[in-house]
């Protein structure tokens, strides 16, 4: 359950919110723009690779 924002409790001080953007590892170039079907031929993953239940 929400509190709305008027009962919520007020602060006089905001924290430095720490950046995370540092800590993460940049991403490898390409792969973006990829559809779905591109990838998965590109991994050499193939319907016949999963059993059907």
């Known amino acids: ?3 709305p924002e008027e009962n ?3 602060t006089d001080t905001t924290e430095a919110a720490p950046d995370r ?5 940049p991403r490898p170039p390409g792969g973006t723009g990829r559809t779905l079907r591109e990838a998965l031929e590109e991994a ?6 999963y059993a059907e239940e």
């Not at 953007?21 to 590892?25: Q, S």
């Not at 050499?44 to 690779?49: G, L, Q, T, Y």
């Open 1 to 3: 359950m929400t509190v």
């Open 8 to 10: 919520r409790p007020k």
């Open 44 to 49: 050499h993953v193939r319907p016949d690779d």
């Open 21 to 25: 953007r540092e800590e993460e590892p």
